[in-house]
């Protein structure tokens, strides 16, 4: 469906800010990028080139595949 992915990354992206214990806010600020620009991406607003998307996975230290995957930050490991 048009625009999964975009929601599975904003998702994603969502769960490892929370699980950092950080606001929106302090999370971008901490990245280098506006407040806006990471709830655009939250919510699933943007539409992230692949550069985009390995660039934010490099900041944050992760796999872009980590924020492209369904369910693997958001699902709590066994």
């Known amino acids: 469906m048009e625009g999964d ?5 904003g998702r994603n ?3 490892h800010r929370q699980k950092l ?3 929106q806010e302090q999370f971008a600020e901490k990245l280098g ?6 709830g655009g991406i939250e ?11 390995e660039r934010l ?3 944050l ?4 595949a980590d924020l492209l995957s369904e369910s693997r930050l958001t699902t ?3």
């Not at 992915?5 to 990354?9: A, D, F, H, K, S």
């Not at 919510?43 to 992230?48: A, C, D, E, F």
Request: glycine share 8%; aromatic share 6%.
């Open 5 to 9: 992915l975009q929601r599975t990354l």
């Open 13 to 15: 992206l969502r769960a």
């Open 21 to 23: 214990g950080l606001s």
């Open 33 to 38: 990028y506006h407040r806006t620009y990471i």
């Open 43 to 53: 919510q699933g607003l943007r539409n992230l080139s692949l550069r985009s998307v």
């Open 57 to 59: 996975a490099a900041d």
């Open 61 to 64: 230290g992760l796999c872009p």
């Open 76 to 78: 709590p490991p066994e």
